[in-house]
Nanobody
């Protein structure tokens, strides 16, 4: 019901910043809670940030709290992830995901983008 496409990944030095964007099409974005996940080589996929349909509630994993900021603009059908003070351990494929707003932010996300690579060098 919604299609997601991530962009903005790339190579950045430690301490630098990067802004990821997720563009949605199909159903209106306001029907979904949105989230960012990442998966590093050899590791399980990690939920790093979520935002409620209205933007009024957010969640951040401890590993990124204070450094990353999730935001959304329902009028533009976009959700973003501002990443500051990047560390080599942030290197991963980053995925945008959605789940119906009828569920809680802790629910399983069932719509996914294809991912964008973020590489942080020391």
């Amino acid at each position: 019901q919604v299609q997601l496409v991530e962009s903005g990944g790339g190579l950045v030095q430690a301490g630098g910043s990067l802004r990821l964007s997720c563009a949605a099409s199909g159903r209106t974005l306001s029907r979904y809670h949105m989230g960012w996940f990442r998966q590093a080589p050899g590791k399980e996929r990690e939920r790093i940030a979520t935002i409620s349909w209205s933007g009024g509630s957010t969640y951040y994993a401890d590993s990124v709290k204070g450094r990353f900021t999730i935001s959304r603009d329902n009028a533009k059908n976009t959700v973003n992830l501002q990443m500051d003070s990047l560390k080599p351990e942030d290197t991963a494929v980053y995925y945008c995901a959605a789940v119906s707003s009828l569920f809680s932010l802790s629910a399983e996300f069932d719509y996914w983008g294809q991912g964008t690579q973020v590489t942080v060098s020391s």
